[in-house]
């Protein structure tokens, strides 16, 4: 108890001093900025700016009139995330004039790993937030535009109607947030910098750019909603969204100060694995594309999610697919669970990263590969004296599955199934919350 | 017929988990177009889940199909004639960021 006071008096007094450190390096902002103002050897930048950009501004791809338009541009970057935190972080450094940062999610300890914006003490608070602290003391010279809300058509509708953006950045992590951004870039012929990333793996391209095909040109049809696995699922590695949203930031360049080869008609695989970039020629602009094409059917945003037939987070949607009686809250599970059969079934990885003492492990895709097998698992695993089974899994989706399908294949084996309900999140939330809930 | 089949995007979970594959096309008198292939995969290589791979007897929505480093798009689409040592990827699309 009385770490948890000490605990408590450390984060309050942390609280005070941070905002009392803002106070003070908004003065100091202040006071710069007094002191700045234009520079008499240079029209439009800055002393302080031809120092800060000379490295890259004595280049020939850039020079000071690149620079200018760096300044004078704006850029929109749906998703402060694994690709939006070092996108934002390059553009910022590289002085883009105004970034305007959209996002609705909190930061959590499972983003810190690839979302380098956000730090330990930002737990909690808007992403959109947190980024904005770190762009916005990392340079001075420009202006962040920090907007928490949901992406969807009405708030992209109204972002673009109030903003002329140069280049949007796609660095969101779902379908139908992809297909939106895709048709509003369209439709009001912006660019659009297209990066993605899972596991080992990154995509990156940028689209309706020139004569350049559009999102839907090359994917007209959204992906079947079972064959889409998220980072949360599937996992990824921060160095590997790193490497995308850092080339998104500098596509975005590129297209900004007008370089002849920017990322179009051409599609960039990046393998981690192998350490290779495949660089895959793409076709033009399709003329009978639904919304670039010569008579488009899409004139305005639509319902995204509808079309996609899913949502437009990478959130997963819980179900509800049996029946009360073949289900057990979690405080009653931790009361059954040393003398009942336990079966977790998450991935191996998964159960070997964190798992319940006393349980088996036998994953989801094994049991729907081989049914039979895993019931004789189940006779082998079960006694004499209790036929009861409890599945368990991380959340209690993929465990009501497995008690659905397979109970019916139980018939003349006496044994009872039980879906844990919530799975490990409940049980993490509500017995001990030192299970790790991931 | 020797070519290289690749499996990105996590394409290959269907195919055994394996990314890369060396592949010798039994000879014939037709040649062999993409379209072909495909069925031929379908019944050699494939390991589970054919409708996450194939549906309308084209590749599923969401994956790429390059040959040599160009989208299948540009060189007509499953009729495109395969030709030795040709390397043909199919790579799903990812979302996650
Ligand atoms: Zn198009």
Redesign the pocket.
Known sequence: MSLNRELETLKQEIAELKEKLNKKEQLLHALYKKQEGICTYNNILSTDEIVRYSRQMIMPDITVTGQETLKNSKVLIVGIGGLGCPAALYLASAGIGEITIIDYDAVELSNLHRQVLHSENDIGTPKVDSAFKKLERLNGNIKIIPIIDHVNSTTINRLLKATKYDVIIDGSDNVATRYLLNDAC?LNNIPLVSGSALQMEGQLTVYHYKDG??Y??IFPIPPPPQTVTNCGDGGVLGPVTGVIGVLQALETIKILIHSPFVLSKRFLIFDGIASTFQNIKLKQ??IK?E???DAPTITSLIDYEQFCGSSAHDKVTDINIVKPEQEIEILCFNKLRDDTLVVDVRPELEFKMCCLPKTLNYSYTKIMDNIGDFIKFLDVNTTQLSKNVLVLCRRGNDSQKVVKIVQSHLINHNINLYNVKGGLHAFSKQVDTTFPCY | MKITIQFGGGVHLLFGNIKLHEIDLPDREKHWTIGDLLLWMTDNLLQERPELFLQDKSVRPGILVIVNDTDWELLGCADYVIQPKDTIGFISTLHGG
Do not use: A
Request: glycine share 10%; with cysteine.
């Open positions: 369209v095909p559009c839907r040109c602009r399709n594309c919304v670039c094409g």
